[in-house]
């Protein structure tokens, strides 16, 4: 079965979709992979290079009733990765889940019957704090929560954890955070840096030890549809990436991960290198 990992900040544009898909495309590289699109803006769908198909089997009637899981997933350009696809129908999704009985677990039962076909599952959840994110929270075994390094991200972390606070007292008792990540860090500023002082003193080892810097290819890449690990896998921003990949992969299977950042990354065909040790059936 595989590790649901969701996405999760109710505040936008601090970089939540770019992990998401960054993390996916990185995981990938040798991981079986589901990304699963719940923000009804679609742009993990089309940062993959999906064209969004309004009427066709997506999250929302996954959620709905109106097709499986299975029926949703579709392959992308990238090997080993596949996606549950969003579009904007997602975003009358509370209503729809209202009168639905057990409706906080709907999507964790739905990717239940299509774990055993993946190593990780990434959920990209909405920028909100409504009943569609409870239902990730509900699926999830664990968050990954990226922040931005200002002070107003700081003010909305709080209103988060009490969320994860009350799914843990309910919902799903399991829920943990796997990581924080910092994202669109400026070194050069004394602000940046206190921020990054005060959120590793706050989380602890919880916080990832490679910080996303801010990075012009990193706002670029969603306009090619590609993941940044694809679309500039020499970036500043796809070699942090790939570097927080590594450390979910240490922290989930307890073993040393080793990237190739030399002849892998930056290959001709756009596509990063990497390998594992210990990897399962080597």
């Known amino acids: 079965m595989a ?4 996405v999760v900040n109710q505040k936008g544009g601090v970089g939540k979709t770019t992990t998401a898909i960054s993390l996916a495309a990185a995981l990938a590289i040798h ?3 589901l990304l699963v699109d719940t923000d009804p803006q679609g742009n993990a769908t089309s940062g993959v290079g999906v064209v969004r198909r309004v009427g066709e089997p997506d999250t929302y009637r996954v959620l709905t009733g109106d097709a499986t899981a299975l029926d949703a997933i579709i392959p992308t350009a990238i090997g080993n990765l596949d996606l549950i696809p969003a579009t904007i129908d997602l975003a009358s999704a509370d209503l729809a889940l209202y009168e639905l009985p057990d409706r906080e677990r709907i999507l964790r039962k739905a990717l239940d ?7 990780y599952i990434i959920i990209d959840a909405p920028p909100s704090l409504g009943l569609l994110t409870i239902n ?30 009350r799914i843990r007292s309910g919902i799903n008792p399991d829920l943990s955070i796997a990581r924080v990540i910092l994202t669109m860090f400026d070194g050069r500023t004394n602000h940046a840096n206190q921020i990054l002082s005060e959120v590793r003193s706050f989380f ?9 810097p801010r990075n012009i290819k990193l706002s670029e890449a969603p306009s090619y549809g590609q993941p940044i690990t694809v679309y ?38 756009g596509r990063a290198t990497a390998w594992w040790r210990k990897r399962p059936g080597s």
């Not at 590790?3 to 969701?6: F, G, V």
């Not at 509900?138 to 991200?153: G, K, L, R, S, T």
């Not at 919880?206 to 996303?212: A, G, I, L, P």
């Open 3 to 6: 590790r649901h990992w969701a």
């Open 31 to 33: 991981r079986r992979v």
């Open 136 to 165: 990730v929270l509900a699926a999830a075994d664990e968050v990954i929560i990226p922040m931005q390094c200002e002070y107003f991200a700081l003010e909305g972390i709080s209103q988060l954890l009490e969320i994860l606070k």
């Open 204 to 212: 602890g080892d919880k916080v990832s030890n490679t910080v996303v």
């Open 232 to 269: 500039d896998p020499r970036s500043k921003g796809a070699v942090a990436y790939t570097e927080i990949a590594k450390e979910l992969l240490t922290h989930a299977e307890g073993r040393d991960a080793i990237i190739d950042t030399e002849e892998g990354v930056g290959s001709r065909t």
């Open 113 to 119: 019957s299509v774990s055993h076909r993946y190593d």
